[in-house]
T-cell receptor, first 113, second 114 residues
Framework: GEDVEQSLFLSVREGDSSVINCTYTDSSSTYLYWYKQEPGAGLQLLTYIFSNMDMKQDQRLTVLLNKKDKHLSLRIADTQTGDSAIYFCAESPGYSSASKIIFGSGTRLSIRP | NAGVTQTPKFQVLKTGQSMTLQCAQDMNHNSMYWYRQDPGMGLRLIYYSASEGTTDKGEVPNGYNVSRLNKREFSLRLESAAPSQTSVYFC?????????????FGQGTRLTVV
């Protein structure tokens, strides 16, 4: 079945890089996502990676995908206080546009001054 | 362009009461989803709909029913609310083909069952 796992908490110093890790189980996943949720708000798509890619960079965000180990990571460079949020990893198994989207439990990122 | 709109934003129910959560999207998306979010458990899929007229169970469907009224709307019904259904509910939609890459979420409905 599908399962997505993440660590629950991460604390980093302002200005450092944050690395949030995720593992997933379904090898047929075609899209893998990172979403951000600020307190009291909905989910905002940060970035996604297609399964035929190893890396994707978008300004301060770098996504790395290791398909062999089913491991996904999100690196945030120069972490700022505005990056404090919960970050969700999600996978979309299969190739059909009707596929489910399965979420991890989220990683709460806190920033130390 | 409103995206995904959920109503209501907040609701308090008594145990045993029923209610319907409404969701509408204006992006002509085929797929729509209902999730619940509980602390430390992330988002769990309740039901989803791949297209108008079809619905499928997700991870936690018990106690819920859904209806895909048309392409735009996907409603979630609690027939007899229980305190365990206290949660924040999110609706999402996703396009097809090249638009599969992104799922859009509503702002959520915070439901409390007392």
């Amino acid at each position: 079945g599908e399962d997505v796992e993440q660590s629950l908490f991460l604390s980093v110093r302002e200005g450092d890089s944050s690395v949030i890790n995720c593992t997933y189980t379904d090898s047929s996943s075609t899209y893998l996502y990172w979403y951000k949720q600020e307190p009291g708000a909905g989910l905002q798509l940060l970035t996604y990676i297609f399964s035929n890619m190893d890396m994707k960079q978008d300004q301060r965000l770098t996504v790395l995908l290791n398909k062999k180990d089913k491991h996904l990571s999100l690196r945030i460079a120069d972490t700022q206080t505005g990056d404090s949020a919960i970050y969700f990893c999600a996978e979309s198994p299969g190739y059909s546009s009707a596929s489910k989207i399965i979420f991890g439990s989220g990683t709460r990122l806190s920033i130390r001054p | 362009n409103a995206g995904v709109t959920q109503t209501p934003k907040f609701q308090v129910l008594k145990t045993g009461q029923s209610m319907t959560l409404q969701c509408a999207q204006d992006m002509n998306h085929n797929s729509m989803y209902w999730y619940r979010q509980d602390p430390g458990m992330g988002l769990r899929l309740i039901y989803y709909s791949a297209s108008e007229g079809t619905t499928d169970k997700g991870e936690v469907p018990n106690g819920y029913n859904v209806s895909r009224l048309n392409k735009r709307e996907f409603s979630l019904r609690l027939e007899s609310a229980a305190p365990s259904q206290t949660s924040v509910y999110f609706c999402a939609s996703r396009g097809q083909g090249a638009q599969r890459s992104e799922a859009f979420f509503g702002q959520g409905t915070r439901l409390t069952v007392v």
